[in-house]
């Protein structure tokens, strides 16, 4: 985010212009209230909706029955500095009152969550991850930014980077999941893609990178809940997506709910100022989430609404997302010298900087030629939604070779998440149309495939065995889509059994007992513990939710059109108990084994089901030859790859490093590079990948990072588990 001179002159000017009133105005985030029957915010009712109190479709009555209050009289006084909403119409009347009504003219900033897409709704960041490729993670994100802004949209709560390592969190689907050099390269290209192209004010949008910090680690996995960590962990683990998003311009960041060794983030001034703002040099604003300043109070850290204000400003907290908290105080708080009216222009400062960068004030408009043009979607962003889609399929089991499905097979399609337009779409996804989303069903008829659908039963459907009778006479397959509907994953969405909901087990025995082959296709939004299901089952192919093409995408995968080439980007869990469960975990001085005196549980061993980095494909790869060399200021690490199968094939080649004896615990093993490679059969390739020295230390817990000597293991192979090894001991 760079400014002209010319431009940081307009900021100081106008900064000198406004009052008191006028600045704390700007740092005042609304939303606009629903007025009448149904007396919440507007802001509420989206999370409402997103965990699943209300259906999407009274959402839709609600909003276009209800009165709203639009704060336009705030607006005009210079009391409001950014406004949540997804409708240009509404856009351009707000910004017409801001920027023409009020005293100095300052432009509103309009913002949304637009997570994994606006109306092209694209795969969920967790599956999207799973696709091992920046530029795929960067045109995904360009295309958000240029659909929201035509919206009128010009920030969007996005990239959600919090590494997530414990798969009972319902959020672990908002984001790129549990590893800090894979969510790192996702927030860097998310960031590249939301606001890289500044070539027009059409193509780009202000980022909001959330939430910070460590609110992934909340404690058991529950939505909200406290987190405590070293501080060496902090850095290592939590830290490192949002420093490479600062790194590469990030504009604005939202501060997490949770406290973090005892103090909420939202007024934590050593993660705010001292890391965020002082150490990295951050030049964007900070956020509060959600009413989250308020419920500083409620943490017990603040006795009452004004003191949380001050702290929270005190801290670096730049913008008070809905609670008005800031706008009811400052002022006071200012003039009875409780609060050093510096903050105030600091915070004021980097608010202006945004929407001068954004280009708000020359052009602070959505053209009506572009909200006309907003009825289609263009063909070129559904092409990419379908290929995010495919790309982030993972071939969990194909034991029989049962898939690709021979195209002469009639296929008996089991399930209800499989005709469900709204299951396709993901958590925190606000601006999509149903009309848009190609479910299972409908993505198998579009392909041609001789196919039949028969419900059967779902996650909230109890199994049904006539249906079950109907299907196995029909099909020479059966294609089974079992998992979570959308409303139990996301915010506020955790579960403390992971396993597959309701009578789906049940409905899968059945299904298996009629002899015919079952292809188990999963949608979810988190791993699931599924050890019964990949012990009985042949075929299992994880789907999660992945947009308006999910069903074309499905359907390419299964015939064969298209190759599956997606890796887990979370560990699979065996059982629930086992969570947290994460590839990168520290050595103990008992590694779990067969013997009893181990770290292992009694009743689920010390193995994961599918570790991180694992899918298959339609053909196999083998690795050999693994070579590390020392070239001074990297380690030159090459392999030998050969597309053993009969098919052509993509594998992603990923590099994992282990310090063997650190002055902390190191784990038992950090990714440190990949590379996606697509061989035809029986095609070989030497693949060669870069491990800058710079890029093997660690943090201590004083922040400091240190490279310390001695004797590595470097690791190649096509996941996390199953890997080549070379040591070779390395001086910095
Ligand atoms: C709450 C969520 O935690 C956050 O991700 C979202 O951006 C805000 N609300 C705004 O809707």
Request: proline fraction near 5%; aromatic fraction near 8%; glycine fraction near 10%.
């Amino acid at each position: 985010m760079q400014l002209t001179k010319a431009q940081r002159e307009r900021v100081e000017s106008l900064l000198s212009q406004m009052t008191l009133e006028e600045k704390i105005g700007q740092m005042n985030l609304e939303s606009p209230s629903i007025v009448g029957g149904f007396d919440v915010s507007f802001e509420e009712l989206i999370e409402m909706v997103n965990d699943g109190r209300i259906p999407q479709e009274e959402f839709v009555k609600i909003m276009s029955t209800a009165t709203r209050d639009f704060h336009e009289d705030d607006i005009r006084a210079g009391r409001v500095g950014a406004m949540m909403g997804d409708d240009p119409v509404k856009a351009n009347e707000l910004q017409k009152i801001a920027v023409e009504e009020s005293r100095l003219g300052i432009p509103l900033m309009m913002g949304f969550d637009v997570i994994h897409g606006f109306r092209t709704v694209y795969p969920i960041a967790i599956a999207e991850a799973g696709s091992f490729e920046p530029d795929l993670f960067r045109r995904t994100a360009s295309m958000a930014a240029k659909e929201s802004r035509a919206h009128g949209v010009c920030w969007n709560f996005a990239p959600m980077v919090d590494v997530a390592r414990d798969a009972r969190w319902g959020r672990v689907s908002e984001g790129p999941g549990e590893d800090p050099y894979l969510a790192s390269c996702f927030a860097r290209a998310k960031i590249d893609g939301l606001q890289g192209d500044t070539s027009s004010k059409e193509n780009y949008v202000a980022a909001c990178l959330k939430h910070y910090v460590a609110y992934g680690a909340c404690e058991s996995g529950r939505d909200y809940n406290t987190t405590s960590m070293a501080n060496s962990l902090l850095y290592n683990a939590y830290l490192p997506p949002f420093k490479a998003a600062v790194e590469e311009g990030a504009a604005t960041v939202m501060a997490s709910f949770n406290d973090l060794n005892g103090v909420p983030c939202t007024l934590n001034r050593f993660t705010l100022r001292e890391i965020l703002k002082q150490c990295w040099r951050f030049p964007g604003f900070v956020v509060s989430d959600a009413n989250a300043i308020r419920e500083c109070v409620v943490h017990g850290i603040a006795g009452d609404e004004p003191t949380a204000g001050v702290m929270a400003a005190q801290a670096g907290m730049d913008m008070d997302m809905g609670t008005e908290i800031y706008l009811n105080n400052l002022k006071q708080a200012v003039e009875d010298g409780r609060l050093d009216g510096a903050y105030i222009d600091e915070a004021v400062r980097r608010i202006l900087s945004v929407k001068m960068w954004l280009g708000l004030f020359d052009n602070p408009y959505v053209p009506q030629t572009q909200i006309a043009a907003n009825e289609v979607i263009p063909q070129s962003n559904l092409a990419l939604a379908l290929e995010a889609a495919e790309k982030s399929i993972v071939l969990l089991k194909n034991d029989d070779r049962v898939l690709p499905l021979d195209r002469s097979k009639k296929i008996s399609l089991v399930g209800t998440l499989a005709n469900k337009p709204e299951e396709v779409i993901g958590a925190w996804a606000m601006s999509w149309k149903p009309s848009d989303c190609v479910t299972i069903l409908q993505g198998l008829k579009n392909s041609g495939a001789a196919v039949e659908y028969f419900p059967c039963g779902g996650p909230d459907a109890p199994v049904n065995e006539e249906e079950i009778a109907a299907a196995a006479a029909y099909g020479d397959v059966i294609v089974a889509v079992v998992g979570e509907t959308v409303s139990m994953t996301g915010e506020a969405s955790s579960k403390a059994d992971i396993s597959m909901p309701g009578e789906q087990r049940e409905m899968l025995k059945k299904l298996l007992a009629t002899g015919k082959p079952v292809v188990a296709l999963l949608m979810n939004g988190r791993p699931m513990a599924l050890d019964w299901e990949a012990e009985h089952l042949g075929t299992m192919v994880e789907c999660w939710h992945l947009g308006i093409q999910m069903g074309n995408a499905v359907a390419r995968v299964l015939l064969g059109d298209a190759a599956p080439q997606g890796r887990l980007a979370s560990t699979f869990p065996r059982m629930t108990g086992q969570c947290p469960l994460y590839y990168n975990h520290p050595n103990t001085g008992r590694p779990g084994s067969k013997s009893k005196f181990t770290s292992r549980y009694l009743d689920a061993g010390f193995t994961e089901l599918f570790p991180f980095g694992y899918g298959l494909s339609y053909t196999q790869f083998r690795y050999d030859g693994l070579c590390v060399a020392d070239k001074g200021d990297y380690l030159a690490v090459s392999v030998g790859l050969t597309n053993t199968g009969e098919r052509a094939g993509t594998e992603t080649v990923q590099l994992y490093m282990q310090d063997v004896v650190g002055s902390i615990v190191r784990p038992v093993k950090e990714l440190k590079g990949f590379e996606k490679v697509t061989l035809k059969a029986g095609e070989s390739r030497e693949v060669s990948l870069r491990l800058n020295k710079a890029d093997m230390g660690f943090y201590n817990d004083r922040g400091e990072y240190l490279l310390e000597d001695g004797t590595f293991r470097i690791y190649a192979g096509g996941n996390s588990r199953d890997c080549l090894m070379q040591e070779i001991t390395v001086n910095f």
